[in-house]
Nanobody, 126 residues
Framework: QVRLEESGGGLVQAGGSLRLSCAPS????????MGWFRQGPGKEREFVAS????????YYKDSVKGRFTISRDNAKNTVYLQMNSLKPEDTAVYYC???????????????????WGQGTQVTVSS
């Protein structure tokens, strides 16, 4: 069993930055493809970014490309989401997720993930 815990959310003005962290429990962190998803008010959950086990490849939702960066430190058992140039439409609860197997390289479909965190709120004011 893997437990995921997100941190780093908060309230920020448009144009600002936040860095989210996710620290899974267990010793097999490096065996998981890691992803970030978000769910805004009245919206469905959507893929934001993911990173392969080694960290060698990353994938992003088009609207966050160039603004968000996903990274991982397998030695620290932590995955990060650096969010710059935040916009009000980025307001959402952000979830960290871990997948043991992905049917596509980006692993962008939520039901491919085995473990989910509780989420952290990100609010961007205009």
């Amino acid at each position: 069993q893997v437990r995921l815990e997100e941190s780093g959310g908060g309230l920020v003005q448009a144009g600002g930055s936040l860095r989210l962290s996710c620290a899974p429990s267990g010793r097999t962190f490096s065996s998981y493809h890691m992803g970030w998803f978000r769910q805004g008010p009245g919206k469905e959950r959507e893929f934001v970014a993911s990173i392969t086990r080694s960290g060698g490849s990353t994938y992003y939702k088009d609207s966050v490309k160039g603004r968000f960066t996903i990274s991982r430190d397998n030695a620290k058992n932590t995955v990060y989401l650096q969010m710059n140039s935040l916009k009000p439409e980025d307001t959402a609860v952000y979830y960290c997720a871990a997948a043991t197997y992905c049917s596509d390289p980006a692993c962008s479909i939520g039901n491919q993930y085995d473990y989910w965190g509780q989420g952290t709120q990100v609010t961007v004011s205009s």
